[in-house]
């Protein structure tokens, strides 16, 4: 079991017991020991196994704490969570996924309005009975309609990033047996998508059955929902929040169809649109079995075909959105897609001086041990009281550190930076003589991120003209599936940016994928050089950055228009004097 599912099950119990009422100091135990779980460099499962006394030595983890995670570890279960999820009812639960409502209210709407559901929370918000309940009102109410609809629109959709080691595991199990012989994931999943509905996998096998035995007896299938001869669909174990179930679909096929249906299932949808259109004008037709002419079979083996067959290369999934590939394929003009490998800097992380679990050296020890040659240290400023930002006297003490770290640990450049909020009134939250100091600065918003668009501009442009900004980070400020992004008028904000040389960044955390593809192609139009950080809060959250290269990937995004690719040297040429 991965520490960050140990982490998750202690955040559910917390939630639930919270719903349920139990006191904060139990919360707050649970609630560290799932934050503590997250951080820690050495596997949960491993420690555990050398028995409870091993696992108190951890800091915040106390003997009853201790025994719950052995238990977990070799049950995969916990007796207390499967209570609490008896006495909670899963559309309660649900709620806790409505923007701007905690458990406390939850636990309100439960225990006072005997609302269990989505749908009868809504019914009373829109009678007027939630803004009746005492501590709500009529602007909580609004709140609670609108974040629903967020809820709803998100439905069951799951982070790539969450999907990600499902599907890795299970293609890993199906690719072990020598009766298969290819097998790859398609759909959304391989145009490496924010949110992926569902699993679309592929295989050629000399006997079906056993690949479709394989999958459905997996540790991971929780459910077999339909299954033929070549095909089947399954319900994979929950994900990331408990409660979202992946589905998977898993489509045996021929060795000469396998290119055609890769092609196919791919998607998206658009894309093939267009596929078959230029195989119709070329008297051909694309199935997910072959291409044809009259009838007859003409390829379908390799993808490469069936692009060659309708007079293109062969297109990188990512760019399958009809959104110009088209032109650029034909024009020879696809672009070599940046790729991980690639990255030689992270530009955004925090420590435990704000809100991260790990100290500066760790961090610097971490990044250096994945190979990064340069990083900046970024934490919070001090409007952000909730992470314990810094003022300017612990931001100078704070970089003194930081320095000390950089005279212990070589071959990794270290720059003294910070996140800046800009405040709701264009302000920056740290004044102009800090902000000199500083050899990076991310300017962001948090807050305000509902104000109109005119004031959103104004707060941007005022930072982007801010002599010492560097970059702006996750510009939009959006949680995908959870809170939408500012109103933003990107092409005002990126041309003020390129005239004043600050960068733009895609934040690469899972949740956040910000700039979308969209702008960060349009950023890119503007010669803006991009950034591509993890905003990693815990020396696991280096792993994010794959995420934002995917993002990046689909932007078309190739080596140069990344800033953070270059050698250290490189990227200080990008730098503002
Ligand atoms: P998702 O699962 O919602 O994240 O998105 P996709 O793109 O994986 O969509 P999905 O799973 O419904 O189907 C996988 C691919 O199969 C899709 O991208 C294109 C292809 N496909 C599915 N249904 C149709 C269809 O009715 N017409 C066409 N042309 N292609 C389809
Ligand atoms: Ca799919
Ligand atoms: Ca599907």
Redesign the pocket.
């Known amino acids: 079991m991965q520490n960050a599912e140990v982490a998750r099950l202690f955040d559910e119990l917390a939630d639930l017991l919270e719903i349920q009422g139990a006191n904060a100091f139990r919360l707050r135990a649970y609630r560290n020991a799932s934050r503590t779980i997250e951080g820690l460099t050495e596997s949960i499962a491993d420690l555990a196994a050398k028995g409870p006394s091993a696992l108190t030595e951890i800091p915040g983890i106390g003997k009853e704490l201790a025994n719950k995670i052995v238990v977990i570890v070799e049950t995969g279960e916990l007796p207390q969570l499967e209570e609490a999820r008896e006495k909670v009812p899963p559309g309660v639960v649900q709620m806790l996924r409505i923007p701007g409502i905690g458990p406390k209210k939850v636990a309100a709407l439960f225990n006072e309005l005997g609302v269990q559901t989505l749908d009868a929370l809504k019914a009373a918000a829109q009678d007027g009975e939630v803004a009746k309940l005492k501590g709500f009102g009529k602007k909580t109410a609004t709140i609670i309609l609108e974040g629903l609809e967020q809820v709803e629109q998100a439905g069951n959709?799951v982070y790539l990033a969450d999907a990600r080691p499902l599907v890795d595991e299970i293609l890993q199990s199906l690719r072990a047996l020598d009766s298969v012989t290819q097998c790859s994931v398609?759909?959304?999943?391989r145009?490496s998508?924010e949110?992926?509905?569902?699993v679309?996998v592929l295989a050629t096998s000399t006997d079906s059955e056993e690949a479709m035995k394989t999958l459905a007896e997996h540790s991971l299938v929780e459910k077999v929902l339909a299954s033929g001869s070549t095909k089947m669909r399954v319900r994979l174990s929950p994900v990331f929040d408990g409660q979202t179930k992946l589905e998977m679909?898993l489509r045996v096929v021929p060795d000469e169809s396998y290119g055609a249906a890769m092609q196919?299932?791919?998607?998206?949808?658009e894309h093939?649109?267009v596929v078959?259109r230029r195989a119709l004008d070329l008297g051909l037709s694309v199935n997910e079995y072959a291409v044809t002419r009259d009838g007859e079979y003409v390829c379908g083996r390799t993808e490469q075909e069936v692009y060659e067959a309708v007079g293109l290369p062969w297109i990188p999934p990512e760019l399958r959105e009809s959104r110009g590939e088209f032109e650029l394929a034909e024009q020879g003009r696809l672009p070599a897609l940046v790729e991980l490998a690639d990255m030689r800097g992270d530009l955004h992380m925090h420590t435990t001086a704000t809100d991260g679990n790990a100290s500066i050296q760790e961090m610097a020890e971490a990044a250096k041990a994945r190979g990064l040659q340069y990083i900046a240290i970024t934490d919070h400023s001090k409007r952000v009281t909730m992470a314990n930002g810094l003022d300017a006297d612990r931001l100078r003490a704070h970089w003194k550190a930081i320095d000390k770290v950089r005279g212990k640990i070589s071959g990794i450049e270290i720059l003294s930076g910070i996140e800046c909020d800009i405040l709701e009134d264009a302000s920056m939250d740290l004044s102009d003589d800090v902000l000199a100091e500083a050899d990076w600065v991310i300017a962001v918003l948090h807050y305000g991120l509902k104000q109109p668009r005119e004031q959103i501009n104004k707060r941007l442009l005022a930072a982007i003209e801010n002599p010492h900004v560097s970059v702006i980070g996750h510009p939009s400020g959006r949680i995908i599936s959870r809170r939408p992004g500012a109103d933003i008028s990107y092409g005002d904000v990126f041309k003020a940016a390129a005239d004043h040389g600050v960068m733009m960044e895609i934040n690469a955390h899972r949740s956040r994928l910000d700039l979308d593809e969209i702008h960060a192609a349009a950023a890119k139009d503007h010669g803006i050089p991009i950034v591509i950080s993890t905003d990693a809060h815990s020396v696991h959250g280096f792993a994010e950055m794959e995420n934002g290269i995917c993002q990046a990937r689909r932007a078309g995004l190739q080596k140069d228009d990344v800033a953070n690719t270059r050698t250290f040297s490189r990227f200080q040429k990008l730098l503002r004097k």
């Open positions: 959709r398609a759909g959304s999943f145009r998508r949110t992926i509905g569902d679309d679909d196919y299932f791919t998607g998206s949808k093939n649109i078959r």
